[in-house]
């Protein structure tokens, strides 16, 4: 019974990856189609001067943004094709979509909550363990799947240099629709429907790429001293760094990566004659921060580190390491998919390798299984996960 449980996983992972095959050219494809219905093809050439016509995309990825998103955006004075940048929190299960207003900084524009991640707080490793991975990616138009099975979909680009440096790997790594997580940020369908359409128009309008922030929790000095016991909290405090300098100036932090760590903003040291140049796995050039950034910057860790120090002072009560939970979902869902909480404890199929769940052998997940589900060892108790056509 292990092993039909076990292979139906590993067919239900090579469907899930299957569906999400990013769809190539996205842009051009976008922006000819769009060209064509006003008349007018992207070069600004008559349009039956290209040679073959662009395939159509289906309806929901050409979809308008509400209106009521669109007053929005009139009133925070935000252009329909401005820049975009998004992050997530994990605890929080929220997903944040920035964007860059008439000024040329980025200010929050909308709140999602997050239907579904996997995995428990930490980066990704390694394909199949379930984790939803957390850095500074960077999502081109390639990498926009308008024939998601998961309805739209947005592969964020991991593994990106820092994780390959690191020996970290993995695929299709997504936002997408339809609320099911196999390490990925899941979202509603309608919740998709708009953040896919603020990065389609963000194209539209020039962006070449915009970035996604992925981080365990909001990184306030109140939840790294909570966190204080995890392994994991040199990482964060690493990613903290890309973090204070985006809410210091509301502006993209330009991220490289050398000797196997992120460096942020970095510039040629004054009256430097070379121009930088970085390896992810090699020693780290000389650089400096752009000054104007490095000052607010400092201001706010600065001040993190003193708040961070009383509350260990005060001995604020630490987190467990591991949540023993498989993700997690916004409390705003809860009672609208109440049996999608705790996936992996209930298929007995929980992959993510930590110690607490290397003590259970087999014969105790499946009696795990049997638990939860009231009945007997049969594959039917598996939840239903395949793509839908």
Not at 95 to 124: A, H, M, N
Request: aromatic residues 8%; hydrophobic residues 35%; proline residues 9%.
């Amino acid at each position: 019974m292990i092993r039909t449980a076990v292979l139906r996983a590993l067919v239900l992972t090579a469907a899930f990856a299957a569906a999400l095959t990013p769809v190539t050219c996205l842009g051009q494809i976008l922006a000819q189609n769009l060209a064509q219905d006003s008349g007018q093809s992207p070069d600004k050439q008559p349009a039956k001067s290209s040679p073959k016509s662009p395939p159509k995309l289906p309806a929901k990825a050409t979809k308008k943004l509400p209106p009521e998103l669109l007053s929005l955006l009139r009133q925070k004075k935000m252009p329909v094709n401005s820049p975009i940048l998004v992050r997530v929190f994990k605890e929080e299960a929220e997903l944040e979509v920035w964007k860059q207003d008439t000024t040329g900084r980025f200010q929050i524009l909308k709140t999602y909550p997050v239907c579904r991640w996997s995995g428990d707080l930490g980066p990704k490793l390694q394909e199949g363990d379930r984790q939803t991975p957390e850095g500074f990616y960077r999502v081109t138009p390639e990498l926009m799947n308008p024939h998601s099975n998961y309805y739209l979909s947005i592969n964020i680009g991991y593994p990106n240099s820092f994780d390959k440096a690191n020996n970290r790997d993995g695929s299709l790594l997504m936002i997408h629709g339809d609320c099911w997580s196999i390490g990925c940020y899941a979202m509603t369908d309608e919740q998709i429907s708009e953040i896919y359409a603020l990065a389609r128009d963000s194209f539209l309008g020039g962006q070449p790429s915009f970035q996604v922030q992925a981080y365990p929790f909001r990184l306030t000095p109140a939840n790294l001293a909570r966190h204080r016991n995890n392994p994991n909290l040199a990482f964060w405090k690493m990613l903290k760094i890309g973090n204070d300098h985006f809410e210091a100036t509301h502006l993209e932090p330009r991220v490289n990566v050398c000797n196997r760590v992120y460096v942020f903003d970095a510039q040629s040291p004054p009256k430097s004659p070379k121009s930088l140049v970085f390896n992810p796995i090699g020693k780290c050039p000389a650089f400096v921060v752009d000054p104007k950034i490095a000052r607010r910057a400092l201001e706010k860790q600065r001040a993190d580190a003193l708040e961070y120090a009383q509350l260990l002072k005060d001995n604020l009560p630490a987190a467990p390491t591991y949540s023993e939970l498989d993700g997690g979902m916004n409390e705003a869902f809860l009672e609208r998919f109440p049996d999608r909480v705790t996936l992996s404890k209930k298929i007995g199929l929980d992959l993510a390798r930590h110690p607490v769940e290397l003590l259970m052998g087999a014969h105790q997940r499946m009696q795990a299984l049997n638990w939860t589900n009231g009945g007997g060892p049969h594959a039917s108790h598996l939840p239903d996960l395949a793509p839908r056509p």
